[in-house]
């Protein structure tokens, strides 16, 4: 995670994916104390019609159900394009569970496949993990930040893994791939840290 010296770079337009899986009050509040403008994207066309500068696809909801509202608007393709493309991405809890080929929540349903992998139940003490814990990381922006996390399920390896993390057993945290960030926790909800996290991926 490069370093932003120039926070000044706030005035980015971030399209927000509409997944239909929950309230997104926390993460649009998130980005706006950030300084970001947000634009929903409910389908392809939004894409043409707003400049989006970078690209969220938010957490909350089952994988099946969040895959389904995808490839029901054809915003599978789009946010499969733009990764591609390397343009500033975010993705966030079950935004990063999507990028990879399938999970256990809802067998038989295929991800986005942008990384090699599947998503797992996780072996955890209490199902599902809630609240704070700190990362294991290389990278300077991630290492020992405490974030929040609300999860059953995740990647416990992966290729582009930046950040891990321990409850019960070791899994991924986060993954970084040039432009592309995705994270298991929801930094939304971490406080200032996450603030942070959020501006030194979007912020290049």
Known sequence: MSSVADLTKRNLTVGVINTKAGNLFSLYACLNRIGYSTVQINN???MVTNQIDALVVPGQGRFGQVMKQL???G????VVDWIKSDKPFLGICVGLQVLFN???EDAGVQGLGVFEGNVERLNSPKQPMVGWSKLSS???GL????VYFV???GVKQSSVT???VTYGEQFVAAINQGNVWAFQFHPEKSGDVGEEVIKQCLSN
Not at 75 to 78: E, M, P, S, T, W
Not at 143 to 146: F, G, M, R
């Open 162 to 164: 930046a950040a891990t």
């Open 102 to 104: 399938q999970s256990e």
């Open 138 to 140: 290389a990278v300077g």
């Open 44 to 46: 392809p066309q939004d």
């Open 75 to 78: 915003l599978d393709n789009i």
């Open 151 to 153: 999860n059953s399920y």
């Open 71 to 73: 490839v029901a608007t």
């Open 143 to 146: 290492s020992e930040k405490i």
